[in-house]
């Protein structure tokens, strides 16, 4: 696993404005980074990151198998109470998923370490599945990259197949896709799905989430008053079990992606619950409860992490009695769980984190955030990477 210098595509925050990736550039600060890119060998890829996050991912199904089943676990990842047979309904039906994240540390040595599971609302697809492949086609085509260049990016082409498959396990319904307001990035990444959706042969629509409404017999509409069954959304179930309108959606006949058992692995209980099911996992880092934290005596130094949490907020790493504050934000009320600190690699004064996406079961592609700091936020920066 290399950093590699690169020159820059000519001109091609004009072709990015073109192709619609509106938020290349954030606050005046560069997100997408094409200075570099990192190169990785065919086996790094196959056996260090792809085995591996499909692996998890059965593990991770395995944790939704037994919290849905123990009322302890499920006070443990903060479920609220009256939601509990709608998350469960959701599992026993088979609901089918979309996609996932997996976040790793990696440094081309030894075997990758989950960080986290983005399991319901992971971003960063747009510049995975498409723009980071323009990017190695154009570099390719100019000869600043090898011939048999190759990237871990079969994002799209999946994407648009599971689209497929999923019209035919949700029959005579239309996709309703739905974000935030006053978030481009967001508004940019459910573009990308409804494209993906549009080429699979599903007619879908759009619409902000604080646009839904619902009509008198309490079904969830949109602004055209037509009723929504079938609902890809931006926006996170940690939210939407606790919000007003949270009473409503067991009763609502919506077909969600997410799927409400994603409430289970998006949730950063997840991790000493694997830990536990699966103990010394070469994947896995050492996690615990905040009451267990007795079992946490050998690791001198700990990552404190909320329980729900977006973009690395509320992040401290615990060592004895002192505490020190790596990010803050507004998170933390319902918990924290702690992680054995096994920092970033570097490379030169960048912290690198890895992601590996799923589609449905499958090992989809890779992304690259870095960051001059040790946690990944929201303006971390995106870089490419290839296969030679």
């Avoid at 590996?356 to 960051?371: F, N, P």
């Amino acid at each position: 696993m290399l950093r590699l210098p690169i020159g820059e595509r000519p001109r091609w925050q004009e072709r990015a404005q073109e192709f619609g990736f509106h938020f290349h550039t954030m606050y005046g600060e560069p997100y997408w980074d094409e200075s570099a890119y990192y190169q990785f060998s065919l086996e790094q890829i196959e056996k260090h990151i792809e085995d591996p996050t499909e692996e998890i991912h059965q593990m991770c199904l395995e944790v939704v198998s037994r919290v849905l089943e123990d009322e302890e676990l499920l006070r443990r990842f903060c479920i609220p109470e009256q939601h509990w047979d709608f998350v469960r309904t959701s599992w026993r039906n088979g609901d089918p998923s979309l996609y996932s994240r997996l976040d790793f540390a990696y440094s081309g040595q030894g075997p990758a370490k989950l960080y986290e599971n983005n399991a319901d609302t992971p971003t960063s697809l747009y510049e995975t599945g498409f723009w980071q492949w323009l990017w190695l086609q154009d570099n390719v085509d100019r000869r600043s990259l090898p011939l048999q260049s190759d990237q871990f990016n079969s994002l799209q082409e999946k994407l648009v197949n599971r689209f497929h498959d999923l019209q035919f396990l949700t029959p005579g319904r239309e996709l309703h896709f739905a974000c935030c307001k006053d978030t481009e990035e967001d508004r940019g990444t459910v573009q990308y799905l409804q494209d993906c959706a549009s080429e699979a042969g599903i007619k879908n629509h759009f619409i902000f989430i604080e646009d839904i409404g619902r009509n008198e017999v309490g079904e969830f509409t949109d602004l055209n008053d037509q009723v929504i069954t079938w609902m890809f959304k931006l926006y996170p179930w940690e939210f939407m079990l606790r919000e007003e309108f949270g009473a409503l959606l067991a009763g609502s006949n919506v077909r969600w992606l997410e799927p409400p058992w994603k409430a289970i692995i998006s949730n950063k209980a997840l991790l000493p619950m694997l830990w536990k099911l699966f103990p010394e996992h070469p994947n896995l880092l050492p996690s615990f409860f905040e009451d267990e934290l007795d079992k946490a005596a050998g690791f001198p130094e700990l990552v404190k992490k909320p329980i729900f949490s977006r973009e690395g907020a509320n992040i401290s790493v615990v060592k004895g009695a002192d505490t020190t504050l790596l990010s803050d934000g507004p998170y933390g009320q319902e918990g924290f769980i702690y992680q054995a600190l096994h920092p970033l690699p570097k490379f030169g004064e960048n912290h690198t984190l890895v992601g590996s996406w799923l589609v449905d079961d499958l090992a989809a592609g890779m992304s690259i955030r870095e960051d001059s700091n040790l946690i990944t936020q929201d303006m971390s920066r995106y870089l490419p990477h290839i296969i030679l």
